[in-house]
């Protein structure tokens, strides 16, 4: 048995394509155009990137883009007051701030100071309070909203299954457990979340209908450890050594895919798996925000 590989670049294409639309939508009828502001503070390649890849899709898709970048040495105060300046402008309908922030700023802090209804990312206390209830009125953390959207699109079913969650981050593992428990579509799981300091790691995650890695490990996820016929969520992203390669080094995700995909029954892929469907979540919620203003 050979996976089906679960083509998280090509659902995001199709995710784009729908927003784009009910963005001309929203400007014919009522002049607004979703507007997302990101920032980024420092130099980290990666997250360069993720910023540049933001920039282009909000472009695709007909949305308004601001890219803010900061130097490592700008004070938490500044990233505060300009924060509040992008909450009280009516044409940012959503804020991201690039994660990890330079050591000496409060990450929690600038989360806090960015207004829950501008909140995209789906992090401030106020979102995430809402996604515990399970209320609508509030924005999902755009990896965990990935996984659940790619899952439902992809037409694997979720209720009464057993999904084991490898990795316990406020970011990935703990909200994707949240979403994947509430009583609602695409959702009605039973949910283990394990990591690194779980007895006898294999013999839980092999339990799993679903497994969703996000542990953090190069290849951590063998086939032995895998049930046959599980469907595999890889939300890993590692660099390692590879000279063959001109940029010096390979992406891998957490999970052995080569060996794995022979064992499940369909099987995310890294690059290309859970990456750009976080992007499309991004543009999803900066769209629900822009509608929310409408009066």
Do not use: W
């Not at 784009?16 to 420092?42: F, S």
């Not at 659940?148 to 699109?153: P, S, T, V, Y």
């Not at 859970?274 to 203003?293: C, E, R, S």
């Amino acid at each position: 048995m050979t996976a089906r590989i679960l083509d998280g670049k090509a659902l995001a294409q199709t995710i784009q394509e729908e927003i784009a639309r009910a963005a001309r939508e929203l400007k014919e009828k009522h002049n607004i155009t979703p507007g997302l502001a990101t920032i980024l503070v420092g130099d980290d390649p990666a997250s360069h990137i993720y910023v540049k890849n933001k920039g282009r899709a909000c472009e695709k898709v007909g949305f308004f883009s601001k890219s803010i970048i900061l130097p490592q040495i700008t004070s938490q105060q500044y990233l505060t007051e300009l924060i509040g300046e992008l909450n009280a402008n009516p044409a940012i309908h959503g804020i991201l701030v690039q994660l990890p922030l330079p050591q000496h700023i409060d990450e929690n802090s600038i989360i806090n100071a960015v207004h829950p209804e501008k909140d995209v990312d789906g992090f401030h206390p106020v979102n995430l309070g809402k996604m515990v209830l399970g209320r609508e009125d509030y924005f999902l953390p755009c990896t965990p909203f990935g996984i659940q959207m790619l899952l439902a699109r992809s037409g694997i079913e979720t209720q009464g299954r057993h999904v084991v969650i490898v990795g316990r981050s406020n970011t990935v593992g703990k909200p994707t457990a949240i979403i994947l428990m509430q009583k609602a579509a695409g959702a009605d799981a039973t949910v283990t979340v394990c990591h690194s300091r779980t007895k006898d790691l294999p013999a839980i995650i092999r339990q799993g209908d679903i497994v969703i890695a996000a542990i953090g490990r190069a290849e951590f996820i063998k086939a032995d450890m895998v049930k046959p016929g599980a469907v595999v969520i890889d939300v890993g992203i590692n660099r390692i050594e590879d000279f063959t390669k001109k940029s010096g080094y390979t992406i891998v995700g957490d999970v052995e895919f080569e060996k794995v995909k022979e064992v499940a029954s369909a099987i995310t892929p890294v690059p290309g798996g859970i990456g750009p469907m976080t992007i499309a979540m991004l543009l999803f919620n900066t769209l629900k925000a822009a509608k929310k203003t409408i009066i």
